[in-house]
C-alpha cells in the first residue's frame, strides 16, 4: 500500500496493521468491520488489555509483545472450545517508533496466521503503553465451554506444565533465583505462550467445567469452584512442571509462584471419572500432556495436598489488580 500523503496515524495503521482479513466481508479502513457468523454457532467475544510495567516488563522486545497480546486472547478463546476467527486490537503508544512498530507487528500477525485469526480493526491512540485486544471467535450453539459445570467427584486436570513463567517473573522480582540457562527458557513461556486452541475444541461435550491459567492455577481453580458451586482439592505432587520447575517445588517461593503465579495459558478442567480414557487419548492425539491433579468436593474452597495429606499454606493464590498491598 502507498503510503505518502497519510497522516501519521493512518500511515501507521496502514504500514503495520493492515492486512486482507480472510474471513471477514470488511476488514480494516472502514468505520466498522462487517462478518459474517455461520448459522447455528454462538460467537464468543473475550478482551484483554496488558499494561506496561503491570503485564509485562517495559524493556519486553516488541516481538513478544504483539505474540502475547494475541496469544492471552485465544487463549481465552481456548477456554470456551471456540475457534477463534477475529481479532480487534487497541494501541496506545508513547510515540511512534516504527521498528518496535514493525517487530511488534510481527509477532502478532505470524501467531494469527498460525491460527488463521484476521485482525479486522482497531484503535491508535497516544499515551503510557497499553495493548487491548478483542477476539471473537464461533463455537456451537450451547456447546461452548463454560466455569460454571464442575461437579463433586469429577477429575481435575491441566495441560502440559505450569509455573516457569511466575518462576521466571519471581526472579525478576528477586523473591528466588533462577540459574542462568533455567531463567533463558522459563522467560520464554512468560513472552511466548502456546494457547491450547485444539484442545479446548477437544474438550467439548468431555470437560464440565474449564478456565485457562492466567491468574494462577488455585485462583483460576477457585474461580471455576465458585461458579460451579463445589470445592477441590488439589496434590501437590502431581501438579505437572518442568525440569527447572521441579528444582524449586521445595521451596516456599518456588511452590507459590508454581501453583499461585499465573501467566501460564494452560487449561485447567474438570472432567468426570469415566472420561479418563478419552483425555489420555486426547494427550496422544494433541500431543499435549494432559494430567490429574486433584478432585472435586462437595463444599467450597481449594485445598492444596502436600505429600504427606497435610494442609499446605501458599501465601496469596493468585494475581488481583486491585488488591489492597
Ligand atoms: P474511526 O475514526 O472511524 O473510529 P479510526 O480512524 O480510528 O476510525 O481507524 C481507521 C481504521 O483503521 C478503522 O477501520 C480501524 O478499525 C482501523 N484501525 C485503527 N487502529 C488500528 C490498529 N491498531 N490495528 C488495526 N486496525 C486499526
Ligand atoms: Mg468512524
New binding site residues.
Partial sequence: MTTQGFSP?FEL?ARH??RPAANAVLG????A?LLTVTNGMDLAVSMDTMVSGTHFFPDVNPENLGHKALAVNLSDMAAMGAMPYWA????TLPAVDHGWLAAFSKGFFDLAEEFNVS?I????TRGPLSLTVTIMGEVPAGAALRRGGAKAGNDIWVSGNIGDAALAVAHRHGKLVLEEADYHEAVMRLYEPSPRVALGQALRGVATATIDVSDGLLADLTHICRLSGVGATVELANVPVSSIGAKHLETDAGRTAIVAGGDDYELCFTAHPNSREIINDLTKMLGIPLTRVGQVKRGKGVSLMGPDGKAVKIDGRGYDHFKAP
Avoid: K
Avoid at 88 to 91: E, G, K, N, S
Fill in positions: 496515524e495503521i496493521f493492515t480494516v479502513g472502514d468505520d468491520a480487534v486490537l487497541a494501541l485482525l480493526g482497531g484503535d491508535t
